[in-house]
């Protein structure tokens, strides 16, 4: 790709626009695929003669993987570069899509589907991590504002999509539609989107501890979907138990590895310790919703497949237009308020969707009973989404940003995992209970106030324990206003230099090429040397011209090694030994 600084690409510039374009596109992947699954559901069940355990692990298996394995993801993209690992997701990921396409059975689309959830892991911390170190500080909120309701909209469109390939060509062609983003996706990101990693990154990576937290999470998982057909059993107990054990060797390994997957230290942050708690009970509750709305407008309201795709749509829409304004607006007041607001508008929704009952879908059904719902729990989602994501990431280093990335997501599917595979056990559901239209009924009754539940949970502790950046907007003009001056006397400094220093630019220049004739090795001094590399103001740049005048210290530079700019300069792709200063 065209050579660009990382930490200083600008939302309106032609790269930042490319950014933008493939993190929305890769994360659009997975975020379409967790959610278009659930209007097919119904119509995979009857194609395969599969019971509800089947269904709940169709979606459960994606999610396992996803949730367990995001960590390392993260990790990899942090180590290895962010774009690479990227890309790597991408290409595993429309792999595994043709395979649940072409699942002759229910067993084979739950592997594909696990598979899945292993290049989700690879890709989705890899978008929100590219955008953290691509974009300016001052364009990272609109960023983020932009992914969260672009990308989002592939969450929310799924069951539309869904619907209608459902209704038409069939479900297969719901895993089959994510091949041309991913044709799309690669070239692109190749070519236009800039490399990062963290340079701090180093030891082994923590493979005992992403088996760890998949296995527990698995077994807990398995617990959940078995309860109801074997009751109190001694395979239920079992399973239960070893799950919880795992997850304690969990926590007990991540704290004394020397490199955890999951290190403590950056859970020293108070501000993400409790977003990523708020993301725990925001995204059970809407994992929940999802997977029973989509079922409850088929079976119970008599919806097809496209009809309840359709009469979700009002969400998509209002996170297309609102999301990156909200942002913006957290930015500028804090996250507590729209942290603690957002759940409960959500909530509102869900609980209006208790209206939604028994019989024919009509147009002035659909306006007084669904409509309200779908579109409250949109105006929550926009208030809540793009803030709760950008805290997370202004809560840690740029450095970390893909760790921090990958456990505020793990955290978000570990709890849509958890509440897809609880849900039906706390609200009575039996295995045959999506097939019977009066009992799905009943148990979607019980457990919408279970989901609203969790939003207002989330809420109360958006309230009492997230705190607003302290820098206030007087501190920002002061800050601005000395930058400012700053910028002014350099330029009056520039301006008095005048010919005595365009003079000596150009006799340095013509000593550069004498030497380069003469065979000797010199630093060549640019602003930007074409290596992805933090930026450098043009002062700087001039004022580094001075120092290849003095051979010796430099020689000696390179003949032990060292890079001229110290460590971390080489933050671009194949790790070149140069800086935004100097260049081979």
Known sequence: MPDAETGAIRVASPVGRWVVLTTVLGSSMALLDSTVINVALPRIGKDLGTDLAALQWTVNAYMLTLAGLILLGGALGDR???????????????????????????????????????????????????????????????????????????????????????????????????????????????RHVPESRDPHAHGRFDVLGAVLAAFALALVTYALIEAPGRGVSGVVIGTAAAGIALGVAFVRVERRRRNPMLPPSVFASRQFTVVNIITLCVYAALGGFFFLAAI??????????????????????????????????????GPRVPLATGPLIAAAGMLLMLRVGP??????????????????????MVTLVAPLTATVLASVDTARAGLASGINNAAARAAGLIAVAALPLLAGMGPDAYRNAEEFAVTFRRAMPMCAGLLVLGSLIAWAAVRNPPVRAAELEEEAVKEGE??????????????RGKARRVGLRKLRRRERQEGRLRPECTVHCGIVAPPLEPARGEAACDEPLR??????????????????????AGGAGSTGRYSA
């Open 80 to 190: 290895f570069g962010r774009r690479r690992v990227f890309v790597v997701g991408i290409v595993w990921f429309a792999a595994a899509s043709v395979m649940c396409g072409v699942a002759p059975n229910a067993a084979v689309l739950i592997t594909a589907r696990a598979l899945q959830g292993i290049g989700g892991a690879l890709l989705t911390p890899g978008s929100l991590a590219l955008i953290q170190a691509s974009f300016h500080p001052d364009d990272r909120a609109r960023a983020v504002g932009l992914w969260s309701g672009f990308g989002g909209i592939g969450a929310a469109v799924g069951p539309f999509i869904g619907g209608w390939l459902v209704d038409g060509p069939g479900w297969r062609w719901v895993f089959l539609l994510n091949v041309p983003p991913a044709a799309i996706c690669v070239p692109v990101a190749l």
């Open 296 to 333: 409850q407008l088929q079976v119970v309201a008599g919806y097809s497949a496209l009809g309840a795709g359709t009469a979700l749509l009002p969400t998509t829409l209002l996170m297309l237009v609102f999301s990156a304004s909200s942002g913006e607006l957290g930015q500028r007041i």
């Open 551 to 572: 051979d010796e210290p430099l020689r000696d530079g390179f003949a032990r090694g060292e890079r001229p700019g110290g460590p971390g300069s080489a933050g671009g």
């Open 359 to 380: 019989g024919a879908p009509s147009v002035s059904a659909y306006l007084t009973d669904v409509l309200p719902a779908v579109a409250l729990l949109g105006a929550g």
């Open 486 to 499: 700053k910028e002014e006397k350099a330029e009056k400094e520039e301006k008095e230099e005048g010919a």
